[in-house]
């Protein structure tokens, strides 16, 4: 094929992706979906891209071609001292033969993921004069990164930041509905309990039963705004993750030990299993440790009186499995494919324990953003089984 052929099947496949782009309002699927095309074009062997956080004036990667590299995702990169931040700063592209000789590079991204990059070239993605964050491509198969590899990949970043910004708007649309949706049941309670408390023919007894039902009211709703908070920025891909290697038995003993008190005041048993050699884990504990306090949590909770909940490890290849068993009475079937959506409760449990109905989209969102999966079993009468599977830590170590 010549040089002009080429360009015009670029061009098409560029037209191509940006239809491809629009039918997507899943943030990852879409982020995935660019960096894939970016290195096709460019003829590179990676790609990336960088979200920018204007409130922490930073950026973060948040997907790359090559993402068995786990620990990668969430690197804050600076703005000072980056390629990607120079990018953001000047809103121009980039392009460098080789980038160990230039000052402007970030050798953190590096460190963190053992790849070693050579060439790069670098656009900014801008949409409504607003910047969204960085495409780059990273070492060119053969020769250097062209004219035309540029302003390919300048179009595909101005696609990408309209196609980034939609799905952050959709998302925040809907979440913002079904929050304000969330919000009804709690406030009716709250001013009832109010207009309730100004009769003066309440007894005292009455009057302290209000009160606590008012308490645990807005106890509820500060528990649903923090949730919610914790929610809206996975899906919208502003969570930064930091790596680090920890102990998962430490991690197991710590999350009893918080717990204590609410299993101690039904009796339940909570047990760690694990083998003693088990391997450290790659990960970020504060995330993995809002997980397990979730579903160990949800295991008490929803346990019966005298039960009894196993924390389970084991080592599976280049993952491992971490298992949170209960003995309460099961999830009902129609009610299993429901569960890791937001604000799913089970109706026959709702009334009789409290929680907001979206600790497992949270867990969900921080175990996929660890490129690992979660499932569910569970058997009615006897029990249920939360299972996430981890890579161990990046495959380039
Ligand atoms: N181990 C379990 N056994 C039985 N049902 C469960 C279990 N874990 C979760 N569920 C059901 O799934 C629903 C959703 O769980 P999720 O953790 O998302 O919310 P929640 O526990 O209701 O609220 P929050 O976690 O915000 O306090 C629960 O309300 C409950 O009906
Ligand atoms: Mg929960």
């Known amino acids: 094929m010549d040089t002009k052929t080429q360009n015009l ?52 990667f948040q997907v790359a071609t090559n993402m068995e590299l786990p620990n990668m995702r969430g690197v804050d990169v600076p703005l000072e001292g980056s390629i990607a931040g120079w990018i953001v700063t000047h809103r121009e592209p980039v392009r460098i033969g080789d980038v160990q000789d230039d000052s402007r590079y ?8 053992s ?21 780059e491509v990273l070492n060119k198969k053969e020769g250097h990164f062209t004219d035309v590899d540029e302003e390919l990949l300048l179009v595909l970043g101005a696609q990408a930041a309209v196609a980034i910004d939609n799905t ?17 049941t709690p406030l009716a309670s709250l001013s009832t309990a109010t207009y309730l408390l100004l009769r003066p023919e309440i007894s005292p007894k009455q009057h302290d039963q209000i009160v606590n039902n008012i308490h645990s009211e807005t ?5 649903l705004a923090s949730s919610f908070l914790d929610l809206s920025r996975l899906e919208s891909g502003r969570t930064h993750f930091h790596y680090e290697t920890f102990s998962i038995e430490k991690l197991f ?15 339940i048993e909570v047990e760690i299993d694990m083998p003693s050699d088990f391997p450290s884990l790659q990960a970020d504990p504060n995330k993995i440790k809002q997980v397990i306090l979730n579903l160990l949590s949800n295991a008490i909770k929803y346990n019966r009186s005298n039960g009894t909940v196993t924390l389970e490890a ?82 380039r170590d």
């Open 9 to 60: 099947a670029d061009y098409r496949r560029l037209i191509e992706i940006s239809r491809d782009l629009a039918s997507t309002l899943d943030l990852d699927t879409l982020l995935y979906r660019i960096v894939r095309v970016a290195a096709e074009i460019a003829n590179a062997e990676e790609a990336s891209i960088l979200l920018y956080d204007d409130v922490a004036r930073q950026l973060h």
């Open 106 to 113: 970030f050798d953190g991204v590096e460190n963190a993921t």
């Open 115 to 135: 790849y070693a990059t050579q060439s790069i070239l670098g656009v900014p993605m801008i949409t409504k004069d607003k910047i969204i964050g960085v495409l």
């Open 168 to 184: 952050r708007l959709f998302q925040q649309s809907d979440l913002i509905s079904e929050f304000v949706h969330e919000l009804r």
């Open 219 to 223: 106890l509820r709703l500060s528990a």
């Open 253 to 267: 003993n710590e999350c009893r030990e918080i717990m204590q008190t609410k299993a101690a005041e039904e009796n």
């Open 314 to 395: 084991r080592k599976e290849k280049e993952q491992i499995r971490l298992t949170v068993k209960d003995t309460g009475y099961g999830i009902p079937e129609e009610a299993m494919p429901h569960l890791f959506k937001k604000f799913f409760r089970v109706h026959e449990t709702e009334s009789k324990v409290a929680g907001t109905g979206l600790g497992l989209s949270i867990s969900k969102q921080i175990v996929q953003g660890h490129k690992g999966s979660i499932e569910v079993k569970s058997k009615s009468g006897k029990g249920t089984s939360f299972i996430i599977r981890l890579p161990l830590r990046s495959t």
